[in-house]
């Protein structure tokens, strides 16, 4: 009975998350206190005390992830503050001798900061340099925009700072930030992002084929301070020599990011008061308690055997077949997250690619990096697939632009369908023989 009564609240609470408009925090725990509620009144049910505080606390948490999440927010707040970023986006059109190649590199712009800093951020950052270039050529910016926005949400699975869905993968495996770049001795998932966005670059190029006028002046913007990109160089650097230390990633890196964060806000709130001040107002905590209840939203269903039926059904499905297991992963993944919340089912699905492992036979990290890929990745396909594509839209909204939901899938789908190709087939052949 209790485990029946999980699947229902985890199913109903699931459903509220993919289509909800607000509050999906306050809902998550809604729904683990009902977990917490059932179990109180069926114990005998659960004599391990898999779903009470304690087990929540001790068993279900990843706190060192939620420890990187919380100084890494504070420290890219500051780096976007400083000007940084936006001096170097405009730097980098303003070298470029036509628009189409100015707007490419704003695109590849937007990728290499999303893989240090949140994608929703990225795209509020990097759109004031592209409609500058927009405005000044008379084109039209929705390729642009939404170039931007795609191309932010690819790389976010690049590293383990850049997308909440990275840091459950780390948090489940115990990698650290170095495994995001070489595993096992053998190149890892940022290296496969980047085969798929060299890829997903040629289709944007096409998009863009159009916009042949020579680049038009940009503005340059000021500098307000250079140090947060020391502190930015000083988190990966710590991060990066922390699993020599702690390599089970169990405490080092969560407690020394959130020393760093508070460290760099004190230095901040004593040269900028107004600005700390206005830093910790729009600091988005909701985040760190949304994806500490996704953690115990998939502990729930792993505990009580969901995780495992689902394993199960896959593996009867494929039998001992890899590469179909491998393939159904990615191309499932891809199809889902275009439409509801890639946390949730990443979290959700990260038990069953290590079962797989078991049943089917391959490395664990071949079908988790699957799953990492096609969910972050899928969310590219449709406007409301990744929150920066809800973003973009408004920014192009604002614009006098409604994009569609078959506008941006004209760009998003085959951008998609290049980047995770490419992914997808590295990964393998890395990883799957």
């Not at 087990?55 to 100084?71: D, F, K």
């Not at 503050?81 to 303003?94: F, Q």
């Not at 001040?277 to 308690?289: E, P, W």
């Not at 699905?349 to 699957?370: C, E, K, N, Q, R």
Request: aromatic content about 12%; some cysteine.
């Amino acid at each position: 009975m209790l485990a029946w009564i999980i699947l229902i609240v985890f199913a109903l609470t699931y459903g509220y998350l993919c289509f909800g408009r607000s509050h999906k925090a306050a809902s998550l725990w809604v729904g683990i206190g009902l977990m917490l509620l059932a179990r109180a009144v069926l114990a005998d049910q659960d004599p391990a005390g898999a779903m009470t505080v304690r087990g929540i606390l001790t068993e279900a948490i990843s706190w060192n992830v939620l420890g990187v999440l919380a100084g890494a927010m504070v420290i890219a707040d500051l780096f976007l503050d400083s000007g940084v970023p936006a001096l170097m986006a405009d730097r980098l059109a303003e070298r470029c001798r036509s628009t189409r190649w100015a707007l490419l590199a704003v695109c590849a712009f937007s990728g290499l900061v999303s893989a240090f800093v949140d994608n929703v951020t990225t795209v509020l950052l990097v759109t004031p340099v592209a409609l500058a270039i927009v405005h000044r050529t008379g084109t039209n910016p929705v390729p642009l925009i939404v170039g931007i926005a795609v191309s932010a949400n690819l790389q976010g699975a690049a590293t383990l700072v850049g997308d909440p869905p990275s840091m459950l993968m780390a948090g489940y495996y115990r990698l650290g930030f170095n495994d995001f770049f070489v595993y096992q001795g053998r190149p890892s998932l940022f290296f496969a992002i980047q085969v798929g966005a060299l890829a997903s670059l040629g289709v944007l190029f096409f998009f863009f084929r159009d916009y042949r006028a020579p680049m038009p002046h940009v503005e340059v913007a000021p500098v307000k301070t250079w140090v947060p990109v020391g502190l930015i160089l000083l988190m990966i650097a710590f991060l990066a020599s922390s699993s020599r230390f702690d390599p089970g990633f169990t405490w080092l890196a969560g407690t020394g990011n959130v020393l760093l964060g508070l460290l760099s806000l004190l230095w901040y709130a004593s040269r900028y008061r107004q600005d700390a001040k206005a830093l910790l107002k729009r600091y988005d905590a909701s985040t760190i308690v949304f994806l500490a209840g996704i953690f115990v939203l998939a502990y729930a269903m792993d505990r009580f055997g969901w995780v495992k039926a689902i394993a199960d059904a896959i593996a009867a499905a494929v039998g001992d077949n890899r590469f179909l297991a491998y393939s159904l992963i990615v191309w499932v993944s891809v199809l889902v997250s275009a439409f509801v919340d890639n946390i949730a089912y990443v979290a959700l699905m990260l038990p069953v690619t290590s079962m797989l492992s078991t049943s089917v036979g391959g490395s664990p990290f071949l079908y988790a990096a699957g799953l990492l890929v096609g969910a972050c990745l899928g969310g590219n396909i449709t406007p409301i697939g990744a929150s920066c594509n809800v973003v973009a839209c408004g920014i192009l909204r604002r614009e006098g632009r409604r994009v569609s939901f078959w506008q941006f899938a004209r760009i998003g789908l085959p951008f998609t369908l290049a980047a995770t190709t490419a992914g997808y087939l590295f990964i393998w052949f890395v990883f799957g023989r």
